[in-house]
């Protein structure tokens, strides 16, 4: 027999092959199963829910135990919503740096960027597995479970993730540059780990080293947001403080599965349904008769729009994702940038926030005393103020638009337009009308318009593709779950801050400024910017709220005037780059890279902060209708 020549590595490339072919069913495989959950949790949440509302309102025998399974079915959701977006390769991350790196060290940090992740994950599973452990005590008081049941979504999101990761690894073109990278990582976790006792002596400059440093450094590299956050406060518990990691993972829980959230992956779905319906090019098509011939005419819907909406969910991801999938397909079809359209987005975010009824106006209303009432009526004008200065940049940066393609449209086809929309323009007003009336709560009055929107869609419009239903279930939750991991790892960030005791000393030196009030409330605007980036609105201001407001009072600034300068404050910091958590949400709801929007959103953020300094100079805005 002659033995034919064959490349060296011909041998070792046959093993390799079959070693991928094997992890990439596994990863079918195994991604099915999750979608297939996922996609009926998602529709359990809305039957659930919307079952809740008839019950209740209908019948009048209100069922006790549904908020608890929907609770319970949330972290669930939320966790392998994450799993998903870690397979789809859909976590929010900063691509900026890493997508100008040569190829060859885009490469390596690509695959950093995983085992950062999995370095986190991994760090966390044992910690998330005693929490699990512990909650088997506790009884659930509704359908009297264990709440393990609960409880182990986290570490069954944690494991699926990291089986994923592994998953993705062991595909890799290059085995070599994966084992580098691989192991730049774990030194780096080796050497911080070394440095143990060093931390301990640093006190509070910890809280740059890892608040600031390790995020910043992270971020830049490409390492999703979630999981940057993660690891700084992971490293902080760990390394200079003695709280049992669990802490962390209650910390987590906490911040993702707070009901009012669930109103995220459900406006998210019913975006999906407004678009798939017909619903969305009705609405888009008679605004467009309205003011598609003017100069950046939908960049004042999207303005307007927000305006509107905002509140009816509590949450402003939510929010969010009910008017970009309505607006954003026709924005881009007349040319508007992907980078542009998310810093409007996210800049109405901000803009909205003082807008009711709002859940950080009843945050600060029952943390400080001040009357919600009286908050309520002061928030609407100072997000009217915002929207006006706003509205000025998109006339400035619109004002020379081409619009020879563009025609006027007739009276008789804005009428004709606003017939056919009507349907769907009613949809705002059915939400916010069914909040009001009291018929639902902020997270049940999604459903009503998830029922409404296919009831619209198959009698009116008779335009519903049952084939797109599971797709759109999977990517709600996709999207739902980057977006809860990062304000999950967001609040264990905040968690830690306040056990420093920065947040005391913070105030104690507020209150030692010179200068009265108007120095107060230049510090306090600058504080809950850079507090807003960190902590989000509802954290800052439990934290602060009871500490701050006081201070306010004693140099003579009115209670709601201070609130409203200070949620708007917070508002800019939430949405600003690089670190507003906001910002990353409006991102993966505009289905955008994080790098395209940030040099559009600079005089996005200057707008909202001259309109919040004249809230601020003008108390008026605040109280003047005030009795």
């Known amino acids: 027999m002659i ?58 025998r209100p069922l006790v135990w549904s908020d608890e399974l929907a609770s319970i079915l949330f972290l669930w959701l939320a966790m392998l919503g994450a799993v998903v977006a870690l397979r789809r390769n859909e976590h929010m991350r900063m691509t900026a740096l890493v997508g100008s790196a040569p190829p060859r060290i885009r490469a390596f940090l690509d695959v950093a960027a995983i085992g950062a992740a999995l370095a986190f ?76 006792p060093v931390f301990r002596q640093l006190g509070n400059y910890n809280l740059l080293i890892f608040f600031v440093g390790i995020v910043a450094a992270c971020v830049l590299a490409g390492i999703p947001i979630a999981f940057a956050f993660g690891l700084s406060i992971f490293g902080y518990l760990a390394l200079t403080t003695r709280t049992p990691l669990m802490v962390l993972v209650g910390r987590m829980d906490e911040g993702m599965s707070h009901i009012i959230l669930l109103a995220v992956p459900l406006f998210v779905f019913l975006g999906l349904l407004i678009e798939m319906t017909g619903m969305a090019k009705a ?57 542009d359209l998310v810093a409007l987005l996210s800049a109405t975010g901000a803009q909205t926030e003082t807008i009711p009824p709002s859940l950080v106006l009843i945050t600060i209303g029952s943390v400080t005393g001040v009357s919600i009432a009286a908050l309520f009526t002061g928030g609407l004008l100072p997000g009217a103020v915002l929207a006006l200065t706003l509205g000025f940049v998109v006339w400035h940066r619109y004002r020379g638009e081409d619009l020879s393609g563009v025609r006027k449209a007739t009276g008789a086809e804005i009428r004709r337009t606003l017939v056919i929309a009507f349907p769907a323009l009613a949809l705002p007003f059915v939400i916010r009308a069914a909040v009001v009336e009291g018929v639902a709560t902020a997270t049940e009055v999604s459903t009503i318009g998830i029922f409404y929107s296919i009831a619209v869609g198959l009698i009116v419009y008779r335009q519903f593709d049952w084939r797109r239903l599971k797709p759109m279930l999977v990517d709600t939750a996709c999207l739902s779950g980057a977006i809860l991991l990062i304000i999950g790892t967001a609040t264990g960030m905040a968690w830690g801050l306040t056990q420093s005791g920065f947040s005391h000393a913070l ?23 850079i507090l807003g980036s960190v902590l989000e609105g509802i954290p800052a201001i439990v934290l602060f709220g009871p500490l701050l407001f006081p201070i306010a009072r004693a140099v003579g600034i009115h209670e709601v005037h201070y609130a409203m300068v200070v949620i708007l404050a917070m508002g800019i910091g939430l949405f600003a780059p690089p670190f507003g958590v906001g910002y990353y949400a409006a991102c993966v709801i505009g289905r955008v890279e994080p790098a395209e929007g940030m040099k559009p959103i600079l005089a996005y953020m200057l707008a909202l902060l001259i309109g919040t300094i004249v809230v601020a100079a003008v108390p008026w805005i605040s109280i003047g209708f005030l009795r």
């Open 3 to 60: 033995a034919l020549d064959r490349p060296a590595d011909a041998d070792a490339d046959l093993p390799r092959g079959l070693l991928n072919r094997i992890a990439a069913g596994i990863d079918a495989v195994l991604g099915t199963i999750v979608e297939v959950a996922v996609a009926l949790l998602v529709a359990a949440e809305v039957v659930i829910l919307f079952a809740g509302v008839i019950a209740r309102f209908v019948v009048h």
């Open 121 to 196: 994950l991994i760090f966390l599973l044992p910690s998330a597995a005693e929490y699990a452990h512990e909650e088997i005590f506790i009884t659930t008081p509704a359908l009297e479970i264990p709440n393990i049941w609960r409880a182990a979504a986290l570490p069954v999101g944690l494991g699926l993730m990291i089986a994923f990761a592994v998953l993705r690894l062991v595909r890799m073109k290059s085995p070599a540059n994966t084992l580098a990278a691989l192991a730049t990582v774990a030194a780096l976790c080796a050497a911080f780990w070394a440095l143990e």
């Open 283 to 339: 609405m888009v098509g008679f605004l467009a008769s309205l003011l598609g011939h003017v100069r950046g005419g939908l960049h004042y819907v999207l303005i307007g729009a927000m305006y509107l909406v905002s509140g009816i969910s509590g949450a402003k991801a939510a929010d969010m994702a009910a008017v970009a999938p309505v607006l954003f397909p026709e924005m881009k079809a007349r040319g508007a940038k992907p980078g």
């Open 507 to 529: 105030a104690e030196a507020m209150k030692g400024l010179p200068g009265g009030a108007v120095t107060f409330m230049a510090v306090s605007i600058v504080a809950f910017v």
